[in-house]
């Protein structure tokens, strides 16, 4: 059948003719290995550096606080499992909601499993949490607040500023699932108080199979996949430096 038009960009993104282009060297004449110590490997892990430097900067983060993963869903794997296997002595019991993508509900389930309490919040009919609700559930022993940016079946944005300021007045580490959002809003972890965020490359422009991860500095959190020594120990993982590099040019 002939498609005349895609709307589904919430689904999936083209990539687009720009980031191919800044990839097709790193799938050729480019392709060592990031870990690599002769020159090959060094111009890899300099590709590396500078998408690592702008997905930091269009996030109003640093550098060392981005990690890059295979897609959105290992990133949410990573922050949430990550966050709170590091910080269980202080706390088993995370806040996300009902309407979070399986990344974030099915990583929730995993820590139940583990031991870790969940609650979820319920969402008003615009698919919008209530900032009451949410403080009223808060415990002593509660160390992660898990909140989506954008909702990726009906586009609701989430108070995200109210809630980074919640969560860091109770000293509650703030993971969103921006998967949704990064692309279509501005995005300022400092201003918003995230301390977590997840994205991936296929929904705006770049291609399938790369995400990022950005943690903020002293956020103890711990490598969920065993291995080597890629992304300062915490993502084992020959890295995907034309993926990366078309993350962001
Ligand atoms: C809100 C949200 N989170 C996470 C994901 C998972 O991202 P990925 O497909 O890169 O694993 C998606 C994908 O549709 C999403 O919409």
């Given at each position: 059948?002939?498609?005349i038009?895609?709307?589904?960009?919430?689904?999936?993104?083209?990539?687009?003719?720009?980031?191919?282009?800044?990839m097709?060297?790193?799938f050729?004449?480019?392709?060592?290995n990031?870990?690599s110590?002769?020159?090959?490997?060094?111009n890899?892990r300099?590709?590396?550096?500078?998408?690592?430097?702008?997905?930091?900067?269009?996030?109003n983060?640093s550098?060392?606080?981005?990690?890059f993963t295979?897609?959105?869903?290992?990133s949410?794997?990573?922050a949430?499992?990550?966050?709170?296997?590091?910080?269980?002595s202080?706390?088993?019991h995370?806040?996300?909601s009902?309407i979070?993508h399986?990344?974030?509900?099915?990583?929730c389930s995993?820590?139940?499993r583990e031991g870790?309490?969940?609650?979820?919040l319920d969402?008003?009919?615009?698919?919008?949490?209530?900032?009451?609700?949410?403080?009223?559930?808060?415990?002593?022993d509660?160390?992660?607040i898990s909140?989506?940016?954008?909702?990726?079946?009906?586009?609701?944005?989430?108070?995200?500023?109210?809630?980074?300021?919640i969560a860091?007045?109770?000293?509650?580490?703030?993971?969103?699932?921006?998967?949704?959002?990064?692309?279509?809003?501005?995005i300022?972890?400092k201003?918003s108080n995230?301390?977590?965020?997840?994205?991936?490359?296929?929904?705006?422009?770049?291609?399938?199979?790369v995400?990022?991860?950005?943690?903020?500095?002293?956020i103890?959190?711990?490598?969920i996949?065993d291995?080597?020594?890629?992304?300062?120990?915490?993502?084992?993982?020959t890295e995907?430096v034309?993926?990366?590099?078309?993350?962001?040019?």
């Open positions: 059948m002939e498609r038009m895609y709307f589904d960009y919430a689904a999936t993104t083209p990539v687009d003719d720009r980031v191919l282009r800044k097709i060297p790193y050729g004449i480019e392709f060592g990031a870990s110590v002769y020159d090959l490997g060094k890899s300099d590709a590396i550096n500078i998408a690592r430097s702008k997905v930091a900067e269009s996030i983060a550098p060392e606080e981005i990690y295979s897609c959105g869903s290992e949410d794997n990573l949430i499992k990550g966050i709170a296997r590091a910080n269980k202080r706390g088993k995370i806040i996300t009902k979070e399986p990344a974030v509900l099915e990583t995993s820590l139940e870790f309490e969940i609650t979820y969402v008003d009919k615009e698919g919008l949490i209530s900032l009451e609700d949410l403080e009223r559930k808060i415990r002593k509660t160390i992660l909140i989506m940016y954008a909702n990726n079946e009906v586009g609701t944005i989430e108070p995200i500023d109210e809630i980074g300021k860091r007045k109770n000293n509650i580490i703030f993971h969103t699932d921006c998967v949704q959002a990064v692309g279509n809003v501005d300022d972890v201003k995230i301390d977590s965020l997840s994205m991936s490359a296929h929904k705006f422009y770049g291609p399938k199979g995400g990022a991860l950005y943690v903020r500095n002293k103890p959190f711990m490598r996949q291995g080597g020594h890629q992304e300062r120990e915490k993502r084992a993982g995907n034309p993926g990366i590099v078309g993350l962001r040019i």
